[in-house]
């Protein structure tokens, strides 16, 4: 999917925007068209090559946006407590009552429609969840004898936050990118499905499926391939993260 993303110019058979108008609708495997076209012409697997870079960008984008913006609060929260542990986790509690499709949809809508923008949006809703993983991390941390040891050779707290805590809870946040990275491409399919994400011309699978409504009892393919590129991305990331953690938990070394 990584390298589909990365090389869809050299892989894609055809212009993901181009037109056959001699072959609207064509079933998979006729006119030189191995997954068919859509109802303008255009090459089914073209397109879902090209929808496989804004699924990609979201994914992997937003992930990295949650991370930076959440690991800061997250850390500093479990290691400093006080109030602003108590002011931090009662705002994560507010934003975790309210379910996640429902914010990014909210988001998405304020920002406009745009890839960008549902970027944005995803990774903005996904901080809750990384805060409090960080956080119960730190929290951890914090009472390690090497942070001990470390405090009382005289280091400060952001040498003991940036040289101890952080790399010590780094397993734990590739772990949970892994988790939440699938759930950022399901939401960008949805946000584009429901127009407040990628616009069409653009491929996406999310377009692909609001393009495919219309045809779902003549022309079955046009949601089935999309949606099967949705299931093949979320389970092989879902598949790497359970690979992840398995590999990180020193339970399973033999």
């Known amino acids: 999917m990584i390298l ?4 869809a110019p050299v892989i894609a058979p055809y212009d993901p925007g181009s037109n056959d108008f001699e072959a609207v609708l064509a079933p998979p495997l006729s006119h030189g068209h191995f997954l068919g076209t859509d109802e303008l012409g255009r090459d089914v697997l073209s397109r879902i090559i090209w929808g496989a870079r804004a699924s990609m960008q979201a994914g992997v984008l937003s ?18 407590r006080g109030w602003w542990e108590s002011v931090a986790m009662r ?34 809703v996904q901080v809750p969840k990384i805060v409090r993983v960080t956080r119960a991390e730190a929290l951890s941390i914090r009472e390690e004898s090497y942070v001990e040891a470390a405090i ?13 805590a952080l790399p010590n809870m780094t397993s734990t946040l590739v772990v949970q990118a892994t988790v939440i990275l699938p ?17 069409p011309p653009i491929p996406s699978w999310g377009v692909m499926l609001t393009a495919a409504q219309s045809y779902m009892t003549q022309m079955p393919w046009l949601a089935i391939l999309p949606g099967l590129a949705i299931f093949v991305a979320t389970l092989s990331f879902n ?16």
Do not use: M
């Open 239 to 254: 598949l790497v993260g359970d690979g992840v953690r398995d590999a990180f938990d020193p339970k399973g070394l033999r």
């Open 63 to 80: 992930t990295l946006l949650g991370l930076i913006v959440a690991v800061p609060i997250g850390l500093t929260a479990g290691y400093y």
């Open 152 to 164: 009382a050779a005289g280091a400060s707290d952001w040498s003991i936050l940036i040289r101890h």
């Open 4 to 7: 589909a993303a990365l090389f």
């Open 91 to 124: 705002l994560t509690d507010t934003l975790l009552a309210f379910p996640f499709l429902i914010i990014a949809v909210g988001l998405a809508a304020i920002l406009g429609p745009s890839l960008v923008n549902a970027t944005l949006a995803i990774g903005i």
């Open 183 to 199: 759930i950022a491409i399901i939401a960008e399919s949805s946000l584009s499905f429901l127009g407040l994400g990628v616009q």
